[in-house]
């Protein structure tokens, strides 16, 4: 089995290509392609450590140059699309750049899909999306079938995305899965993502944004459990179908924030309120159920267990974050903007790489 996983040079990307070689990946996996434009939320040095496994290739290049893109589509069995501007509060700032990779990008995959349509190999697209796309919730937690409702630029691309693949599903027949999960936090997350920032920040001495009341809340998965969950779609979901994932860890940022500053031996004076992010969602809640009794899918980690590991992971890699951080502004007062690398340059599975600034996310 060949597969393609765009974005696997990110966050949740990296974790599932170590999933994937490690030894509970798929039976008969003889190839992961990573396929990475390296944009500022890229890094290599998440998949240092895979680097060696004869198995793994890495294709520097972007979901929307529909050449590469149908070249890699064709070669493979299936493809586990992560690959996204992925950042809420950019997403403020510069929606049409959200819409171009989360949009376009996700069409020019299912192009290619559907080009290789006839050529009698069985190909399976497993699309990688959010909690986020149904909007915000006050009580309750929402079904599969739940109306689309986003609200910030980034869930209405993601949201965009999901409808086209699912189109493509009813339309052309093609076998396409969609995921939406809850908010995820472990190890080689990006330090503008509310976990990593504030632990990053903490672990400076620094001081952390909480954005608004810091009532908002969120349902937390490690992302190993994530992995495992898509693992388990790719393997055994049905065609066309939604699944929901989360573990039901809701916690206000509040009570995030305060056990973070308990994690890293801070008090409350750490706390700085800043004003409230644009159109902040109030509340998520996925109902999980499907692919709890579907596939039976449970997450293995507990948050507090996981968050302490998390914590630690950070005080103890400095080397990889630190660099992320610009020296040229102060830690995480500034939102980036994203660099992306030139297309074409030699694909690089040795650290080196870009960094940016960051502020409050979730
Ligand atoms: P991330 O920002 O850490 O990684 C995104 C990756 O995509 C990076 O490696 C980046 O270089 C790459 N990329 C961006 N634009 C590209 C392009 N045009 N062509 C090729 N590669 C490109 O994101 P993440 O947090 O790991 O999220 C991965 C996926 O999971 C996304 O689709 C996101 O919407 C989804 N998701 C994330 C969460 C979460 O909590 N982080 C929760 C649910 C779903």
């Not at 040079?9 to 039976?27: E, K, Q, W, Y």
């Not at 076998?175 to 995820?184: E, G, H, K």
């Not at 056990?259 to 309120?273: K, M, S, V």
């Amino acid at each position: 089995m060949r597969i393609l996983v765009t974005g696997g040079a990110g966050f949740i990307g990296s974790h599932f290509v170590r999933l994937l070689l490690g030894p509970d990946g798929p039976p008969g996996l003889t190839r992961v392609t990573v396929l990475d434009a390296l944009t500022y939320a890229g890094n290599p040095a998440n998949l240092a450590d895979c680097r060696d496994d004869p198995r793994l290739a890495f294709v520097h290049g972007d979901i929307r140059d529909g050449g590469t893109v149908r070249e890699l589509v064709g070669t493979h069995d299936a493809v586990v699309h992560q690959a996204a501007e992925s950042h809420v509060d950019h997403s403020l700032d510069r929606a049409a750049d959200f819409v171009s990779t989360n949009v376009q990008g996700t069409q020019t995959l299912l192009d290619a899909l559907l080009h290789h349509s006839g050529d009698g190999a069985d190909r399976t697209m497993l699309h990688v999306s959010t909690d986020e796309v149904y909007g915000s919730i006050e009580e309750g937690s929402w079904p599969e079938d739940h109306p689309l409702q986003p609200r910030s630029p980034y869930a209405a691309s993601k949201a965009a995305a999901d409808l086209l693949v699912l189109a493509h599903h009813r339309t052309h027949g093609l076998d396409v899965r969609v995921t939406r999960c809850s908010n995820n936090y472990g190890p080689n997350q990006y330090p503008e993502k509310i976990i990593p920032l504030f632990t990053t920040r903490l672990l400076d001495g620094l001081t952390v944004p909480l954005y608004g009341d810091g009532g908002n809340v969120r349902d937390w998965l490690h992302v190993e459990d994530h992995c495992r969950a898509l693992l388990l779609v790719l393997a055994r979901g049905r065609a066309g179908e939604v699944y929901n994932i989360g573990a039901g860890t809701e916690l206000s940022n509040r009570a995030l924030t305060e056990r973070l500053l308990a994690e890293c031996g801070a008090g409350p004076d750490r706390i700085r309120p800043v004003a409230d992010r644009k159109g902040h969602d109030r509340r998520y809640a996925v109902d999980a159920s499907r692919i709890r009794s579907e596939l039976g899918w449970r997450p293995r980690r507990g948050f507090d267990e996981g968050l302490a590991e998390t914590v630690a992971w950070y005080r103890e890699n400095r080397a990889w974050w630190e660099p992320l951080i610009r020296p040229d502004r102060p830690h995480g007062e500034v939102r980036p903007h994203g660099e992306v690398r030139p297309h074409g340059e030699a694909p690089v599975l040795d650290g080196a790489r870009s960094g940016a600034g960051n502020e409050a996310g979730v």
